[in-house]
Each structure stands twice: as C-alpha cells, then as structure tokens.
C-alpha cells in the first residue's frame, strides 16, 4: 500500500510539474518550447521546481510557529551556494520524475545540458562561504529553525581568468535579483542610517541621552532564497539584502544637462552590494568594505527584531526566542547595532541592553593569523557610524572595569584584551575582540584550532571566560558533495549499505566490510576512472592540455595564500622536473598536478605563486624530454560546480597549510568523502581526519605546531639552502630564467629571496619531507588493489565530518534548539 501511494504521488507531482513548466515558458517567458534556449529551459524549470520548494517552505514556517520554536540566524558574509536546480530536484525527490517529463516541442536537451547552464550565485569566494553553505542545507534537513543573512551580491568576488599566466579578476556577473530561486521582498524594506553626528542632552532623571542627527539613509530590500531540506522535509530560506536608494532619478538635475549627477546618489547606495569583499588597499575601499558590513548587520538585526516583536513586545524575552551567530568578525557590528537599536530606538536602559545582546550572540572564529583578525580605523569608523563608535567605546570601557577586577589596574593583559588599542589616528577597533566580549559562546572549528585559540590567540580572554569557549569541529553536507557531485558512487553505496546515510553519514562505516570485495573495489575504481575522465575533458576546455586519465591526478584546490602552501607544491614539481631533465630519474608513474583557488585582487605576492604555477605548467607541458610524465594545470575560476567535478576525480589531496595556520579547512573531508587519500600536515581538521581514517591511510608529512614555535626564533632558512642539495638545485632554478624565459626579467626572484632570507611559512623547511611523502603515495598508489582499499576507508571513515553533525553539536552546546518534527 505504501509502495502504491508513493507512485499515486509521484504521478500528481509529475503532472503538476509538467503544467508548471509549460506555464512558464508560455507566459514568463513568452516563447514557443521549441524556440527554448537551455538558459529559458532552465529558467522555466527553476521556476517550476521553485513552486514545490515554497509550499514546503510555507508549512515548514507554519510549524516553527506552530510549536513557538527558538530561532537561529546564521550572519555570514558571504555564501558559496553552487548551482541549485540538480540539488533541489534531489532534495524535493523530483530528480528522477523530471527525465520522464515530455513537453510537447520542447528542445532536444538533455537535463546535464540544463544543469550546466545554471551560473554558480556569486554570494561567496572559499571555505568560510561554503561552510555557511552547508550548515544552511544541515539545519533544513534536520527541521531546525535556523535561517542566513547576508548581502545580495551583484558580481560576487571576481571572475579568474589568466593573461600570460597572471591572474586578472573580471566582473563575475550573475543573475543576481533576476535569479529564478529569489524572490523579492519589498514589504520588508529596511531603513540604514549612516554619517551625521551625535548629540547629547539631559533626560529628566538626571542621566545622559544620545541622538544620533544629521544622517543619510542607505535602504536595503531583502531577496529570499529558499533552502531545501533532504526530502523536502523542512525548506528554511537564505535572506539577502540588497542595498537600493529611494533617489532613482533627481529630475531637476538631469532637466540642466547633469544627467550623470542625477543619478550619482542611487549609484553611490547600490554599490553597497555590488562586489564581495572590495580591495581594501586604498581608502575608499576600507570605506566601502566597512559601510558594507553594517548595512549587512544592520538589515539583519533590524529585521530579526521585527520578527521578535511580531511575537512579543517583552525584550527580556528574547534570548529565549533568538540565537545568532556570527560566522567570523565580518557581521561584529551587529553587537554594536543591537545595542544602538535597544537603546535609541526601543528606549531600553544600557544594563537591559547589554544583558540582552551578551546572551544572544555566539562568535566562530575562524583565523589563527593574528594579522587576519579584522580591525577597522576609529577615523573611518567614527565618521560612517558615530553612534556605534561611542557605544563601542562605552562597552570597552566597562568590559575593562570589569577585567580589573581580574586581572589588577595595572595588569598588561588589559592591553591585549582591550577591544580599542592605539591612539589618535592609528587607533583601531579589533572586531574579535568586540565578538568576544559581546558574545556567551567563542568556538573554534577543529580541536587543535580551539586549544591554539585558547593557549595561543586570546589565552587572556580564557583566562577571563573559560566557560564561554568550546569547539565545533567543522562538517561538510553529504547532500551536496557525495550524492548531488558524485552519484555514481553515491548510487553503489546505496545499493550496498541502503540510504540511510543521506542522512546518518556514520552510516558509511558499513562499507567497511567491502573493502576486500572484489566486485565492489573494482566498480570503486571504474567510478573513480569515469570521474577522472570528465575532469580530463574539461580540463582540455578550460586550458587547452590533454591529461592522462590514467595518470595520478594530484589535486591542490583552495583560496591562494602563503600559508595553504600551493608554492610548496609547485617547488616539489619543479624537483620532479630537474630530476627528469637532469637525472633521467622519471617518476614511477605519470602525474598531473591539477591546482586551482583564487588570489585576492591586491595579494600581490599569491598572484606571483599563480604566476608562477602557470609558467612552471608551460615549461613542463611543452618539454618534450617529459613526455607525460608530468602535466601541471591550472584550472581558471574556482567554484562550487568545477568543485563538484574535480573532488571526485582525485586521487591524492593536498592540505599542506603550515602546522597551526589552518582553522579546520573543509576541503579535505570532501576529498577523503570522496576516496582521495590525503597528504598533509598535522594541523586543523587534518589532524581529526587522520584519527578517524587511520594512520595508513594517511599520508603524513612535515613539522608540528609546537616545533615551529620553538624553532622561529632561530630559523635561518639559508642554512637549509647550503646544506640541502635537493633545496638548492630547485632555488637556483626558480631564480634563473627558466621558468620565465618568455618574460624576460627574472620575475621569481621575490620567491627566492622571501624564501632565503625569511620563509615564514616555513615551506622550506618541510619540502623534503613532503617530497617523500609524495613519492611514497606515488609508490603505493601501483598497488591498485591497496590503494583501492584505503581510498574506500576513507569513505567509509568519513561520517564524523557531516555538517549534520557540526550543526547538531551547534543544536545542543550552544543554541540549545531542538529540531521541529
């Protein structure tokens, strides 16, 4: 019976589908099916498949209200969504439905040609991006009450392209508000207030008031996206604001010939949400980057309290009702928003205020680079958001009364844990030092992350709150990258251990007793090999290379940095290289060597690595004394849907960030998800990953966070030159024209010297290491059968790493919500 009225409703949804579709190619659309592009086919099915998503999103709302459940806002800066229709049709259970759908002269497409034609959202840039990603999918599968803000981008980050091998940023354009997956909603337009000054006056009881005049006023309009939930189960929504201007058109200006001043106040406002993360290497870009967090802040708080108050006018209350987490310092201003809000606008005295927000806010950090702690000027602070300046003064001033009392008048760590330091012009304002203080909960995102918060980045705020720091180890949705990226092995794990992994992704340890299946290893393998050749095809597309499918496919995908360390990897081919052509010592079986990641427009040195990475490709694809042995490539614009098809194609993954750099990452659980084996450091969620796997199936490699401490006092990376002839002959190379011929100017040579006179990363002093450690892998990797095995013990060890489990850590420790049945 069960069976008959599944098939009862999967015939009514087929059929409202199809009607659904054919209504919008007709009427949004406006054109004959036949005369379809696969991007209208696309829209018209979106749209369709939008209507589904939104009545389970209105009763899904219904029965959070229902049961008067706690609400969680997640505030990131950003969202690194991927493509949604594929995902969405499997989380509706529409996936298989859609191929069965005729429309009469609709075009000859196929759903992989649709699918394709979606444009990634340009909402994020990396791991920060995608982890809110994933969480967003982990609380809506699990029917927890927990919805995102953010900014409602118009061209993200950038578009990567490369021009002779530099990197060049373009305008990553999207569909943005024309997005078949958002809705506008204009009835909950928000009013920003910034510039202008603040006044003081004498209430009647004696005390001091604050009135902040003189502003001009930013307007932001919310764009909802609706997530989906596995199983159409619960639909939450991802609430995006773009910043608009109530001026379109100043008439009288443009009437007297000034028809670009006519328009100059509503292009200033929309630049708001034009661009994530704008250069901050001049001024008018830290102005920008910095109005851009508080408009974010701001129409999130603002709108989180309206929804408050639709259930209650008792503001002591609402801690009990809101929970919200700020994904890094990016939303730290909300603390301060809060504040003025309470106060200024709801009247509330400033002890009920501060009250309030401490026992509503929780803070992710996610950085160990002192330097990557985000600070803002007290001269650009003070002039956009004079208010929000004194009450972040005023909550330092307290806070410090208070660590007094702790720590002595006179204590130094006052100074360390002050949210204000310096004075007069090069005075800042530390934003984790303000989400601390403002928050009940800090957590890092892997273990050793969260001991080095404590012992390492801010062991003076332990000292003072031990009780509010905890760890969440960071997760990835098996949703998104194991049966949306990779549905053929996500169908051969079902047909062997069922599905309730989907949803219990410690369910994979199952597959454990297959590891010596023949029949199940070599279907491992074919799948792996198909994955392998797609990736070579579009391989071939982006850059003009042929790969060997047959070769390793050696993989070192993440956001450019010094201290994620891709030019380690490049120093290691580079050896490879030099033993070919000078030692006739050819690898043990061919290699390619496939990066990708973006640099930030003004890192200047990470864009000289991807330089670099590219000029080295082009010697070693074009030397004919390789011949296969070695291919470098650099696959252009990095994002979710290329991830989606180079994850699953690895064989072997790199996370080689420097020992205590790297938070979690989140790139290696997808890798190991999908059976790549890992060579690494000890450091993030590396270190968990290898705990969990196996040591065997791990290749580990490299200095610990404790050695490198003890060893940066003393480190002369130019010892390690003259005594290593590996080091040397690599180094020497790099600093002739080798590998910069073509540009004639030995380009590399800030590579060299960085790496000689200082090598702060400390790649020098791991590259051998690291070198045997690949051609270990590079050994092992020939026992197919071997290799085989551990690959699928990596799959099937992987389960700790889901975001259904971070989030419910989230759920229990810190939010203390329930899921909604």
Known sequence: MKKEATNVINEIDKARLKLSIEHYIKYFIGKRACELTKEEALQAIALAVREFAMDKMYQTIARYNKAGSKRVYYLSI???IGRSLENNLHNLGLFKLIEDIEIDGFPNLTMEEIYNAEYDPALGNGGLGRLAACYLDSMASLGLAGFGYGINYQFGLFKQKFDNGW?????DSWLGEDSPWQFARNDRKVSIPIYGNVESYMGANGKPYFTWVNTQTLYGIP??????????????????????????????????GGYIEAVKAKIKSETISKVLY????????????????????????????RRFLEKSNDFDKMPDYVCIQLNDTHPALAIAEMMRLLIDQYGLEWDESWDITSR??????????????????????????????????????????????????????????????????????????????????????????SDLIKTSLVPEFYELWPEKFTNVTNGITPRRWLLHANTALADLISDKIGQKWITDLDDLHKLEKFVDDKDFINKFDEIKKRNKERMAFLAFKATGTVINADSIYIVHAKRIHEYKRQLMTILQVIGDYLAIIKDNVRPIKNKTYIFAGKAAPSYTFAKLIIKLINNVADVVNNDPRINDAIKVIFMPDYKVSLAERLIPAADISLQVSTAGFEASGTGNMKFALNGALTVGTYDGAN???REAVGEDNFYLFGLRDEKIKEMRKSYKPRDLYEKSDYIKRILNALNSSMFCEKDKVLLFKP??????????????????DFNNAMHKAETDYLNREKWNKSAILNVARIGYFSSDRAIMDYAKNIWHIKPVA
């Open 223 to 256: 764009y909802d996206f609706p997530i989906v939930g596995y199983n159409g189960k619960s639909v939450n929504y991802l609430r995006l604001f773009s910043a608009k201007s109530d001026a379109e058109l100043d008439i009288n200006v443009f009437n007297e």
């Open 360 to 449: 509503i806010f929780a803070y992710t950090n996610h950085t160990l680079l002192p330097e990557a702690l985000e600070t803002w000027p007290t001269r650009i602070l003070g002039k956009l958001l004079p208010r929000h300046l004194q009450i972040i003064y005023e909550i330092n001033r307290r806070f410090i009364e208070f660590a007094k009392t702790k720590f002595g008048n006179n204590s130094p760590k006052l100074a360390k844990i002050s949210i204000v330091s310096g004075e007069g012009d090069s005075q800042i304002i530390r934003m984790a030092n303000l989400s601390i203080v403002g928050s009940f909960s800090v957590n890092g995102v892997a273990k050793l992350h």
């Open 751 to 768: 590579i060299v010297e960085e790496l000689l006179n200082r090598d702060y990363f400390f790649i020098l002093a791991d590259l051998e």
């Open 278 to 305: 704008p250069s901050d290497a001049v001024e008018s870009g830290k102005t920008l980057r910095l109005t851009q967090q508080y408009f974010f802040v701001s129409c999130a708080i603002q709108d989180i309290i």
């Open 78 to 80: 950003e969202y690194l």
């Open 687 to 689: 270190i968990e990953i």
């Open 167 to 171: 990197q060049i940023e373009q305008a």
